[in-house]
């Protein structure tokens, strides 16, 4: 197999290969999806095996239709995802450019173009690759090696539509073993620091970088934040749990909350998340803990909160991990919903895209039920418009959050 890190697009004006699906298969493509699988495809005709890590081919049905440019990976089970569905327009360097500037659009409508999910991926027909915006700093990740053959074209794209001081490649996703892709991070291009600056509904926030999650910093639950403001009663107590750098509890703080507490399995996030707390002028608590093992130990101790932000990493990240993660999610939101005095609110989240919205819901009920309280949910929210949803590609719908009323087990 090729090195990853040597993968670069053929920019010459050869035609490209021809890769051919089985009869039949072309339905989901041609109703919008961009995902090809290894067995759609006529590997008697074209076989994956004549292709090289990161090629552009020209993908086309049985019956010899364009529907469209694809990059391939013979070795990955998604084989190929298109990029272009235009005939005249090969996969290059224009092709990125025009995609980033129409994304960028997008955010600049939203009001949010200098600190946002710039691109996301298959939503914004470039899949495989996120890039996050930090005023004028961008953060980037790869997860396909069609995209990492496209790296120096994404780079030099990046420059000509933002300009940005420099760019940073967290390229540390699980999601690239499934490519056969190396982890590493590592500045494309200018001096790029350890944190950055993050402003959100008026608050100013440090996110780190290297050291961060995913890109450093949720952009995905920035509607969600803001929500939070019309349920946060003077004087409530909040419990943010998986508070990673205290977006949560910093916002719920300013808008009014006396106290809140931060729970993270990460020293280096609660710290983080102190100072976010000082740079907003507030004061919260911190406990390093897992969240189950604080959840229980608070609760021992008869705590009680008048909000409880669950906001964990996804349990279920496979199809075979459902059984397992709903159990998780029930547990995690039982042993929450033990902290809530009567009427508080529980803000219960999933970023797993395999649990379904109706399964959390089911979750919440269980653990309701097991609790022996009584939950309304009043608001459903979802990921930020930064991350809009392709409708032809269910997979890019991935964030659940519930606003729930929490009272006394009703007869």
């Known amino acids: 197999m090729s090195d990853p890190q040597a993968l670069h697009v053929d920019s010459s004006d050869a035609p490209a290969r021809v890769l051919r699906l089985k009869r039949g298969e072309d339905r989901r493509l041609a109703a919008g999806h961009l995902w090809v699988f290894s067995n759609e495809i006529d590997t008697a005709s074209t076989p994956l095996t ?10 086309r049905t049985s019956r010899d239709a364009f ?7 013979p070795h990955a089970l998604i084989c190929a995802r298109i990029l272009s569905r235009d005939a005249a327009q090969p996969v290059d360097r224009a092709l990125i450019e025009r995609r980033l500037a129409t994304a960028l659009v997008l955010r600049e409508k939203l009001g949010r173009a200098q600190y946002c999910r710039w691109v996301f991926g298959e939503s914004d027909l470039l899949p495989g690759l996120v890039l996050d915006r930090y005023g004028d700093l961008v953060v980037g990740q790869i997860a396909t090696a069609g995209m990492e053959a496209l790296k120096h074209e994404i780079e030099a794209a990046v420059r000509s539509v933002a300009s940005p001081r420099g760019l940073f490649w967290k390229n540390d996703s699980a999601a690239r073993e499934l490519e056969h892709l190396p982890q590493f991070a590592e500045a494309a291009f200018g001096d790029v620091p350890a944190e950055v600056e993050v402003v959100e509904g008026g608050l100013r926030y440090s996110a780190p970088l290297a050291a961060g999650q995913k890109t450093g910093w949720f952009y995905d639950q920035s509607a969600n934040r803001a929500r939070l403001a019309r ?52 004061a919260l608590e911190v406990l390093h803990a897992d969240a189950f093992d604080a959840l229980k130990s608070l609760g021992e101790r008869g705590e009680r909160f008048e909000v409880v932000i669950l906001d964990p990493p996804a349990f279920i990240k496979r199809k075979k991990d459902i059984p397992k993660g709903q159990a998780a999610y029930c547990k995690l939101n039982q042993l929450a919903l033990g902290l ?21 819901v089911s979750a919440i009920q269980s653990a309701a039920r097991h609790a022996g309280r009584f ?21 890019t719908r991935y964030l659940k959050a519930f606003f729930c009323r929490v009272t006394r087990a009703v007869g």
Request: proline fraction near 4%; aromatic fraction near 6%.
């Open 231 to 282: 349920y946060i009663q003077s004087g409530a107590r909040v419990l943010d749990v998986c508070s990673y750098v205290g977006a949560w509890a910093v916002a719920a703080l300013r808008h009014g909350a006396a106290r809140a507490l931060c729970v993270d399995a990460s020293e280096a996030a609660l710290e983080l998340a102190r100072r976010n707390a000082e740079r907003n002028s507030v």
């Open 50 to 59: 004549a292709f090289d890590v990161g090629a552009v081919a020209e993908l």
């Open 340 to 360: 809530l005095a009567d009427e508080g609110l529980l803000v219960s989240c999933s970023c797993s895209y395999h649990l379904a919205a109706g399964e959390l």
């Open 375 to 395: 939950v309304q949910i009043l608001e459903a929210g979802g990921q930020s418009p930064d991350h809009p949803v392709h409708p032809a590609i269910p997979e």
């Open 67 to 73: 529907l469209g440019y694809v990059c391939v990976n």
